[in-house]
């Protein structure tokens, strides 16, 4: 089983387009992540959650929403896009927000 | 602040040489270390971790020390492989936060 999971892995959508990236892990962890890989390879944090509650949001456009609806999942929604969010977006998770993560395996936003 | 500052790439080895992949950080209290992988198409996947001074993180016949005095966490290979063919991110983490500090990535492309 796949412990951290996200999808789509691939998503093409158009300028101003509305889309969502879903991300489930099954290690039941109390800490929740979405990262931003630039082309690159830098790593830049974006959002962290901790049992639901937001505990880290860093400079990001607030046309960037997440949303946790249970400790196991964290999702992010991304309104008007633009070609600037162009990257890779991956998920992770930990035990305790000190403990080794644990990664999704990305999902590659194209946005045209 | 809390950083971490790792050798810039790309790194190209011919099989069976000696990899070095230097990183040194900046904490404003005591870090846990890590190197992580990320292997083509793929997210980061946990190489080796060290949680105090002194320390050696090993693993698939990578180590690095945990050097308090020179603040830095360096990686080494005695003889790397095609398969060890990635990007190398080396990354702190605080015991008051739930924050990771990644570097910014060190490709590595061994050959034939």
């Known amino acids: 089983d796949t412990a951290v999971s996200q999808t789509p892995k691939y998503l093409v959508t158009q300028m101003g387009n509305d889309k969502s990236i879903k991300c489930e892990q099954n290690?039941?962890?109390?800490?929740m992540y979405w990262y931003k890989q630039d082309s690159k390879k830098f790593l830049k944090i974006m959002f962290s959650y901790n049992n639901k509650e937001l505990i880290i949001n860093e400079t990001v456009p607030n046309r960037f929403s997440p949303k946790s609806p249970d400790k196991a999942h964290l999702n992010l929604h991304i309104n008007s896009l633009e070609l600037g969010d162009s990257a890779v977006y991956f998920c992770a998770s930990s035990r305790d927000g000190n403990e080794k993560l644990f990664f999704g395996s990305g999902t590659q936003l194209s946005v045209l | 602040g809390n950083s971490v500052t790792q050798m810039e790439g790309p790194v190209t080895l011919s099989e069976e040489a000696f990899l070095t992949i230097n990183c040194t950080y900046t904490a404003t209290g005591y870090p846990s270390l890590f190197w992580y992988v990320q292997y083509p198409g793929e997210g980061l996947q946990l190489l080796l971790k060290a949680t105090k001074a002194d320390d050696k993180g090993s693993n698939k016949g990578f180590e690095a020390t945990y050097r308090k005095e020179t603040t830095s966490f360096h990686l080494e290979k005695g003889s790397v492989q095609v398969s060890d063919s990635a990007v190398y991110f080396c990354?702190?983490?605080?015991?008051?936060?739930?924050?990771?500090?990644f570097g910014t990535g060190t490709s590595l492309t061994v050959i034939p």
């Open positions: 990354a702190l983490t605080l015991n008051t936060g739930n924050q990771f500090y």
């Open positions: 290690l039941g962890h109390d800490t």
